[in-house]
């Protein structure tokens, strides 16, 4: 497997990014090491919080809810998947698939850092991931916030947005990230924010993580994922551990999962879930502190 690794001087002076990058490295099942980054904020000794991000974006979508995570003293872990941000970057779209970026997570949080009494925070792919380790390793969390995602099986189509997002992504001669997450927000972007979401990818061949994800989600049902999800909807519908829905208003590719979250899981039950009025797909974008508020009250609540 071909690894990319974008140079650092990609990351310097990002608006309200000043985190120091931390790194650990993974031995990939598949031969070779993988360099995962991430940031953290917040006291060493503090309850967990994992913020795993989704498509295309990296950790810095997180800017906004560090820092109030780490003033309500919890210890906030954002790391980039591997294929964006300071993570290095598998150079085929073939080298991706649901499993590995699964197994790559698993091998980051618990094999490299052994997180245990984990609140999980997982917005788009970062549920979609995140949800498969709760499934596999339920011993390790103690809370679970979904925002903004699913666990897709392939058993009930897709919105018609994310079939022409999907397209869109996969025919785009070059792939313009910062404009992807603007689209996926209801505020403006500044420019020096889009640039910021530009900046894991130099040129095309950086890319191949944020052109891959959406053809791994399971929109049929006979995707390879499939099963698996399968599996881990029927494991997490039973779990007893307290699940917060906190989606937006205003995402047209993921709203239609949040009453579903609310009724299935178990561990939803008499939970208050917030809805965060005037935000779209990418909500720390929009409404960021305003949804670290809420998890800060879930997790000290």
Known sequence: MRLLRTPDDRFTDLPDFSYEPRYVELADPHGGRIRVGYVEAGPADGPVVLLLHGEPSW???????????????????????????????????????????????????????????????????GGLIGLRLVAAEPSRFSRVVASNTGLPTGDVDMPAVWHSFREAIQKAPVLDVGRSVQAGCRSALTPEVRAAYDAPFPNEMYKAGPRAMPGLVPYRPDDPASEANRAAWKTLTELEIPFLVAFSDGDPITGEMAPVLRQAMRGAQGVEHPVIAGAGHFLQEDAGEELADHVARFVRG
């Open 59 to 125: 950790s810095f979508l997180y800017r906004k809810m560090l820092p109030v995570l780490a003033a309500a003293g919890l210890r906030a872990i954002a790391p980039d998947l591997v294929g964006f941000g300071r993570s290095d970057k598998p150079g085929n779209v073939a080298d991706h698939s649901y499993a590995r970026h699964v197994e790559w997570m698993r091998g980051f949080a618990f094999d490299a850092l052994d997180l245990r009494d984990v609140t999980l925070v997982g917005q788009d792919w």
